[in-house]
């Protein structure tokens, strides 16, 4: 029997959770805003989990249905196989969102949901009490303009946890945000990869691991993997072939640097526990000091955007400069995050494409300066 799945995304990346959907061999992929649906089986859950790069989570869909009484909320609510999943000895919380709805108490719905799936739950297993002693399993309650989405989480925490960064500094970006940027970008792993404003490494560790063909959750784990109807056995096997597709001969040139010293001593030391510290040069230096190392490379970063007080002039000189290096090779592509709105002004150059995406909450534009292909090498 599939079962239907959701891989939330950020606003802005549904296509490239959509790629990957595909990539993974997904079945029935639909797109909607903030989210990809498609169907799969057990496996799958466990293979979206441990591959999916540039989505939040992963959700089983357990229903959707229109409500806009407490009354519809619970009989339909109640009506839904959970126990299909959720075993008498598991414990549940109920989490929720309610956007432009009738039912806008998002505690209230919350509530009614426990209580309907306990009483779905009371019926199936002919019992009046629960231990609660097993694995955990998150529903979440969303409702957006009277229509209710119920689902479980498979995740735990979110994808974009990885397992390789203990600690960030301030405003880190999120590795499935860094990870999309790669994808849409005409980077690969025989081009040359720079980040000049490299924080604590995100970037660059998140192209080593595409270019070695690293799980992003190989290091972590999920949720899921306590329930007894998935079971340790897909999660070892497919963890044993996630780590028989890394593939250690890719070497590719990856440069990443940064003004604060604290910041690349941080890179080093999650490059290394994401396996990749041996294909990225991390260096201590200003943005301005950079120099392209080679030809018909790809810069991708995520600068700092001079919203803090005082910061704002710092950050315009260092968009210049940073336009200046550019324009020092034709054969370089440039991609960069910014909140900025008249950064292309200060870079010196309109971009080729800009695509909106959101870095937290913060609404920012990723803007694309895409150079020539390398030549193709004759082959032997």
Known sequence: ????????????LEAVVKRECQALGFQNIKTYDGKVEFTGTEADIVKANLWLRCAGRVWIKMGTFRAVTFTELFDQT????????????GKFTVVGKSVKSTLFSVSDCQAIVKKAVVEKLKQTYHTDWFDETGASYTIQVGILKDVVTLAIDTSGSGLHMRGYRANALDAPLKETLASAMIQLSFWRKDRILLDPFCGSGTIPIEAAMLARNIAPGIHRKFASEEWERIGSDLWKQARKEAYQAIDYTAMPQIYGSDIDPAAIALAKENAEKAGVDDCITFSVKPCQEVTLPGKYGVLITNPPYGERLGELKEVENMYRALGGIMKTDNTWSTYLITSMEYFETLFGRKADRKRKLFNGRIKTDYYQFEGPRPPKTPKD
Not at 1 to 12: E, H, V
Not at 78 to 89: Q, S, V
Request: avoid cysteine; hydrophobic fraction near 50%; aromatic fraction near 12%.
């Open 78 to 89: 109640k009506a839904l196989p959970w126990a299909d999943w959720i075993p008498e000895d």
């Open 1 to 12: 029997m599939s079962i239907n799945l959701i891989a939330t995304t950020t606003f802005g």
